[in-house]
Each structure stands twice: as structure tokens, then as C-alpha cells.
């Protein structure tokens, strides 16, 4: 995987020495990083040139010269540069006009036009309180039109009838008709995808539009996309005066610097983010996430986001009063198990949450050490399969398990005494590590997590050694880590 | 031979048009020095190549020309030797090995998987094989009518069960369906994933694990369809379907946009996996055997 910027620029600057000034050699160095980290994001190369000159102008200033962290300084720069140029305005659809509002999608194919369709529909619906209808121009695509009508009636929206070898441009108005007379809200006009280079396609959705005159024209854009973005972003706005930017798939692992390019050579502010397969995965746009990422250097509002998600809260709550009591026993270790897997299986594998927290210190060395010491998702499942093969009583009293009993769980759980006693081990240390914490309250457990985190040294004992699934259970997720 | 490169580079001439030309500015009349290279870099950062695959041919490129009065034809010629270099490891035609022979297709969503797979059941129709498709996307509304169409069109059977039902079983009985009436291939398709969701990523373990009951070797291809449009993201694409479904073939869609679809001279460097096809267009036709050659000629806009 990438190296975060945030590295980088450290290894640059960190060359430097405490000479003091940065002579402008140094400020070149950094400017490179930049733009590698860019272009590694998938973010065009004329948006990452123009970008990385403005980043420059302000890195020479003299705050970042005498700054005794330049490169926590630059990185501040580039940072809030791009949360800004990403929409530093609130984008709300503007839908107040004469009944019904016409929003137009449109889009490469497979972006995921059909689907965010079904998802606006519903967003309008139940969060506005919208009389939504929305209506299939596609053509092109075999049951395409099929598609939206199963989506609108799972969403509860009402969707146009289809009229077979009707064309786009009649269907359109038709819908816009229908709604009027029936009195809609709004209406969504889903078209077919399209390259910007078919001429014919392009000049038919132009006509489409000339014909509804939509309040809103969204282009529909996968996070995953590439270079080409500038040159498609470019064709549809030319073609379509857009007035907005849906960005699919941020649920996925790409970076999105695509979104950065889009949004820099349309102008149009990117007012919502699809992020899941249910219809109710449509959240409005947050740019100091996407910025996070573009940048690799972690997503936390996202990760204590998943970590609500895959947390039970009733479940952790007791496993927090039962590490302060210190009635820890191996059966809440399998419980705790069972909610790193889980957030994991949302994350991407636990490296996959280490990623989404800025800041750690030496992300790939840390990565490394979770590599050499073997710890995956599969260990966690080798792990609980220990514990599964002990009895109630043995999982109660872990002491009761000697030489005898743990042959027998390692064989119950293919595993082998080492194993065992590897587990055991872990046990003990986490027991230690909570008595200490209960005497050093609330406080001095950050602390002591904090050096634990900085030390690097409790990772690759196992996944339970170090601080850091300790602190999950909690609730004390964000504060149990050691980043502001 | 002559009608795939017509195809091919008329569809990649409309999108590697900048990159040629880009070159004829950058090298036209003048030694190819530093500042030249780092143009030359930057260009084929633009069609997606990568940073890592761009330094590496243009240093290549620098080794072989640096501070030499290089004609732009020139530079085109060693930088598509280069990309063709890297690409060659990768031509291989796709056997057919078993009777019935399964393949499945996977990817993420909006691809082109479903569109594909009509695309190849035509050219193996054409070729005198019996085909069956198996509707294996139950997840997105309608993605089984999709398929029902398309094979209408074709003359196919489809095997395909009420939305939502499991896949793995659909694919499962699809097999003993063929095995049954003698079908020589079977085109499996797959609701679209994104990699990093692991339930999602099991339940396509499951499908190939059942095909597994019928046929230990199947299925015989287990193919990954990347879209040009998408940049570095590939990679992750690839690492993660192999490492779960151990992918062995790639098939590249969209290559008829603007996109270049150059992130897989990259995936090619890092991976050495067949690539089997190119999508070039909607047309049932528009699928092309993928030659290493003619992509690193048309890449760079030299037929």
C-alpha cells in the first residue's frame, strides 16, 4: 500500500536536521512528495500541478519557514487546501422552482446512475418530504427501465410507466407531464450511461435537457476512477451546464482524487456521496474525509463510524464496567474478538483500520510488524477457535487449564499447545494491563495507551497485546487513541 | 489481423490522440534532456500508467536516448517497445479445458460484467460451442432480465431463479443443468462487489467452492473484469479478487472512451495475469482478443 504523505514529508523534512530554515530546495523536495501522493490518489495532472503551485506559494511563507514542525506544517497546508477546493460551501440541491423540480443523472455506464437514482428518490422522499417521481430514459441498456422500477417501489416512489420504443427525449417530457398533473414534487430523469466521445448519445441527452430545463444536472461519478476524469468531467459540463457532483462508491478502498479532479475543472460543488449497496447508503458530501484520503492519512470519523456500526453498544458498556472491576475473563476476550472482526470485515482487515487512523506513528513500519508477527484476520479466527474449544468453567478460570486440558483444546481447535499457551499469555498481559489501568484511572489509561501506541511495541505480540483492540470495547474509541 | 488493430487503435486513437501529440510537442526538434523526460513522464501518468510503470519506461527511455536528438516517432517507437515488453507476458489465448468448461465472471460494480458476458457467449456460440449462461447476479434488480435479453437476442439458454435467491445454489444446479444436456461452456455471472467488503467477498467464495463439488478443477476461468475508466485502484481490485477467488484472467471493458485503460501496463508489471479480451464498444462484436502489440502501438497512437 502507499506511504502516507504524512511519512513523506516527515522522512524530507526530518533530513533537515534542526538547521532551522527551509531553503527552497527543501521546499521542492516536499512539493514532489506532494505530487507523487497525488497522482497516486488518481488525481488528475493538471489539477495536481495547479494544486501543488498554490501549496507552494504558501509553504514558502514564513510561517512554515520558522514552524518548528515543517512538515506537519505543510501538511496542515495541503490539508485544509484541499477540504477547501473540495467544497468548502454546503452544496444542497436546489430544488425551488415551479413544481415539479426536474433533477437530470447522467453519467459514464456503470457508475452507478440507476442506483443512486433509487437512492435520491428516497433521500428526497423521507428527508424532505418529497412527492418524488422518477422515470427510466435509458434505452440502451437491456432492462435498464426494469431496474428502476423495482428500485422505485422498493424506495416507495412512484415510477413513470414504461412505454415500450418510446425514445428518451419523449419519455422525458412525458414524465415531467405526468408530474406535473399528478402533483409531484420532484421528478428524477435517470438516462443511459454514455462516453463523453459518442456525439450522438451526447447530443441526445442535450436535447433531453433542453426539453425539461432541470433544476439540478448531476453527474454520476465512481470514486474509483482514474485520469480520465478531467477529460469526462470536462464533456458533460460543456455539454450539460451541470449544476452538481455525485461521487459513487466511497465505500470502497480507492483513494477519490478523481472527485478533486471533477470538482476543480466543472466548478460544481459535489453534493452527495453514495457509500453502500442499500438504498439508504446516500449521505451528503464530506470533503474533509475525501481529503483525508486523498492524502492517506485516515479517515477517524469514518472509523468510529464503522466501529458504532460493528460495536454492540449494550455488549461494550459491560465489558468496559467488567475491565474496570478487572472481572475480565476469556469469555469477553471472545467477545472482543468477535467486534475487532467484525470492524475489520467492514475495514478492510485490520490493516485496513490502522489505515483509517491519521497520524499513527510509522504506518509501515507498523504494517510490517503486523505482518511479520502473522497478525491477519486469520489469527483472530485461529484465536477464537481456542477459545471456543475450552469448556464454560476453563473459559471462567482460565487457570484451570494445564497441560492436559490445553492438549485437549489444541486439538479440539487444530491448533497446538504453543498456541494455546501463546493465548494464555495474551490473557494474562491484557489482566495486567487493566489492573494497572484501574489504578491509574480514566486518565492515566490514555496515557498509558499512548505510549504503549508510540512505543510501536505492543503490535506484534498479538492482537490483544497491544493497546489497541483493548481500547475499543470501551466506547472510548476515539479518545483511546493518542491523536488529539 | 488487420480488421482487431483497425478496431482496436480506431478505439484507442480517439483517446491516445493527446498522448501522441503530446509527445510530438514535447520532443519535436530538440535533445531529449531532463526536462523532456519529466514531460514524457507526465504523459503517460495521464493515461493511468501509474508513477511507478511511467518512471521505469521513460528511465528506459533515458537510457537508450538521453541527450540525443530524438525524433517524437522515435520516442513513441522505444516507449511502446516498452509497454509491449511488459505486456507480451500476459498474451495468452483462453483454452477451453473441460466439458462443461465454467467460467466466472467477477468484478466490481458497473464494469461491464453482464455486458461481457453476452460479448464472449457470442464469439463462443460463433466458434460452434453450445453455451448456457447462469444469472448468478440476484442481487441488483433487474440483473437477471438483463441477462434473459441478451441471451434472448443470442439464441442461449439461461438459467436463472426469482431475485434474491442464493447464488451459489443457482450456480450449483446451473452446472448439473449443462452437465446434463451436454453444454461445452458455462458463463457464471456475478453481482457486482467492491473487494474490501469481506461477507460479499465470501459469498463469492461460496459459488466457487460448489463448483468445486461438481468439478474440483472448476471453475476452469475465474476472470476479473477491470474498467478502463478506473486509475490506480486496479491494483487493489486485483490483489484482493485474487487473494480471495484466485483469479487467474483479466478482461478489459471500455476501452472505446476516452479512458486509456493504461493502469494495466501497471497491473501487468506487478501481476503477470492472462489478459484474455478487450470491450471495445456495445456491440456484440466489440470484443477483442487482447495482443500485446497492437495495445502498446495504439496506446501511443502508432497505427
Known amino acids: ?484 | 489481423m488487420k480488421g482487431f488493430f483497425k478496431k482496436l487503435g480506431s478505439a484507442l486513437t480517439k483517446s491516445s490522440t493527446k498522448l501522441s501529440s503530446g509527445i510530438t510537442d514535447i520532443v519535436t526538434k530538440r535533445k531529449l534532456d531532463h526536462d523532456a523526460l519529466e514531460a514524457l513522464e507526465e504523459l503517460l501518468i495521464t493515461s493511468d500508467l501509474g508513477l511507478e510503470t511511467s518512471s521505469h519506461l521513460v528511465e528506459q527511455l533515458s537510457k537508450k536516448r538521453f541527450n540525443k536528438e530524438v525524433s517524437d516517432a522515435e520516442v513513441k517507437e522505444v516507449l511502446s517497445e516498452g509497454v509491449n515488453e511488459i505486456l507480451v507476458k500476459c498474451e495468452k489465448p483462453l483454452n477451453i479445458t473441460a466439458n462443461p468448461h465454467v467460467i466466472v465472471m467477477t468484478g466490481v460494480n458497473g464494469v461491464g460484467k453482464t455486458t461481457t458476458i453476452a460479448k464472449l457467449a457470442k464469439k463462443f456460440k460463433d466458434e460452434g460451442k453450445s453455451v448456457m449462461l447462469a444469472a448468478g447476479d440476484t442481487f441488483r434488480a433487474a440483473a437477471g432480465e438483463q441477462l434473459e435479453v441478451w441471451a434472448q437476442r443470442l439464441g442461449l439458454d439461461v438459467y436463472k431463479k426469482e431475485a434474491g435467491s442464493d447464488a451459489a445454489a443457482l450456480a450449483f444446479e446451473a452446472y448439473a443443468k449443462a452437465k446434463e444436456d451436454g453444454t461445452d461452456i458455462i458463463l457464471v455471472d456475478t453481482a457486482g462487489r467492491l473487494h474490501n467488503k469481506a461477507g460479499l467477498m465470501d459469498e463469492l467464495k461460496k459459488i466457487i467452492r460448489v463448483l468445486k463439488k461438481h468439478d474440483e478443477s472448476a471453475p476452469h476461468h475465474c476472470l476479473l473484469v477491470l474498467d478502463a475508466t478506473t486509475g490506480q485502484n486496479t491494483h487493489a481490485q486485483l490483489k484482493a479478487f485474487q487473494e480471495m477467488v484466485d483469479v487467474n484472467g483479466l478482461i478489459i471493458t471500455k476501452l472505446d472512451g476516452s479512458a486509456k485503460g493504461g493502469s494495466i501496463v501497471g497491473l501487468a508489471n506487478e501481476f503477470e495475469v492472462p489478459i484474455y479480451f478487450l470491450g471495445v464498444g456495445e456491440g456484440f462484436d466489440d470484443l477483442q482478443e487482447f495482443n500485446a502489440e497492437a495495445f502498446s502501438k495504439a496506446l501511443l497512437s502508432l497505427v
Request: with cysteine; net charge positive.
Open chain 1, 1 to 484: 500500500m502507499f506511504e502516507t504523505l504524512n511519512d513523506k514529508l516527515g522522512s524530507v523534512f526530518s533530513k533537515l536536521g534542526r538547521k532551522g530554515a527551509l531553503s527552497e530546495q527543501d521546499v521542492t523536495a516536499a512539493m514532489r512528495e506532494i505530487r507523487v501522493a497525488l497522482l497516486e490518489a488518481d488525481v488528475a495532472l493538471p489539477v495536481v500541478k495547479d494544486f501543488v503551485e498554490q501549496v507552494r506559494e504558501e509553504a514558502v511563507g514564513e510561517k512554515v519557514l520558522k514552524s518548528i514542525k515543517p512538515d506537519q506544517q505543510v501538511v496542515k497546508i495541503v490539508n485544509d487546501k484541499l477540504t477547501e477546493l473540495l467544497g468548502a460551501e454546503k452544496a444542497e440541491l436546489n430544488l425551488n422552482v415551479t413544481p415539479p423540480a426536474v433533477i437530470l443523472m447522467a453519467g459514464l455506464q456503470g457508475v452507478g446512475k440507476t442506483t443512486t437514482t433509487g437512492k435520491l428518490a428516497k433521500f428526497l422522499k423521507d428527508k424532505q418530504r418529497k412527492k418524488v417521481m422518477v422515470a427510466s430514459l435509458d434505452v440502451q441498456r437491456p432492462a435498464a427501465q426494469e431496474q428502476l422500477k423495482i428500485l422505485a417501489e422498493q424506495v416507495g416512489v412512484e415510477n413513470l410507466p414504461i412505454v415500450a420504443g418510446q425514445q428518451p427525449v419523449q419519455i422525458a417530457k412525458r414524465a415531467v407531464e405526468a408530474a406535473r398533473l399528478q402533483g409531484f414534487d420532484v421528478v428524477i430523469l435517470d438516462t443511459a450511461g454514455r462516453l463523453a466521445l459518442n456525439e450522438e448519445l451526447m447530443n441526445e441527452v442535450k436535447d433531453v435537457r433542453a426539453a425539461t430545463n432541470p433544476s439540478e444536472t448531476l453527474l454520476v461519478t465512481d470514486a474509483m476512477m482514474g485520469q480520465d476524469a478531467v477529460q469526462t468531467a470536462k464533456a458533460f459540463h460543456d455539454a450539460l451546464e451541470l449544476t452538481g457532483i455525485v461521487l459513487t462508491r466511497v465505500d470502497g478502498d480507492a483513494r477519490g482524487g478523481a472527485a478533486l479532479s471533477m470538482k476543480v475543472v466543472t466548478g460544481c460543488p459535489i453534493k452527495f456521496s453514495g457509500t453502500g449497496e442499500k438504498l439508504d447508503a446516500l449521505e451528503e458530501f464530506h470533503p474533509e474525509r475525501i481529503a483525508g484520503r486523498i492524502l492517506g492519512m485516515g479517515d477517524v470519523v469514518g472509523l468510529v463510524e464503522r466501529a458504532s456500526e460493528a460495536i454492540d453498544q449494550d455488549e461494550a458498556e459491560k465489558l468496559a464496567q467488567k475491565m474496570q472491576s478487572g472481572e475480565f475473563d476469556m469469555n469477553d476476550m471472545l467477545a472482543q474478538f468477535k467486534q475487532v472482526k467484525k470492524l475489520s470485515g467492514m475495514s478492510g482487515g485490520l490493516s485496513g483500520i490502522l489505515g483509517m487512523i491519521p497520524g499513527l506513528p510509522n504506518m509501515n513500519k507498523v504494517k510490517e510488524q503486523m505482518k511479520g508477527a502473522n497478525l491477519d484476520d486469520s489469527v483472530i479466527t485461529r484465536q477464537e477457535a481456542i477459545i471456543l474449544s475450552m469448556t464454560p468453567k476453563e473459559r471462567a478460570k482460565p487457570a484451570l487449564l494445564k497441560a492436559k486440558r490445553k492438549e485437549r483444546v489444541a486439538k479440539g481447535s487444530g491448533t497446538s499447545v504453543q498456541d494455546v499457551n501463546k493465548l494464555l499469555k495474551q490473557f494474562q498481559q491484557m489482566q495486567t494491563m487493566m489492573k494497572k489501568m484501574r489504578k491509574l484511572g480514566k486518565k492515566g489509561m490514555m496515557q498509558q495507551m499512548q505510549n504503549l501506541m508510540q512505543q510501536g511495541g505492543g503490535m506484534p505480540q498479538g492482537p490483544m497485546g497491544g493497546g489497541m483492540p483493548g481500547g475499543m470495547p470501551g466506547g472510548g474509541l476515539p479518545g483511546g487513541f493518542p491523536f488529539k
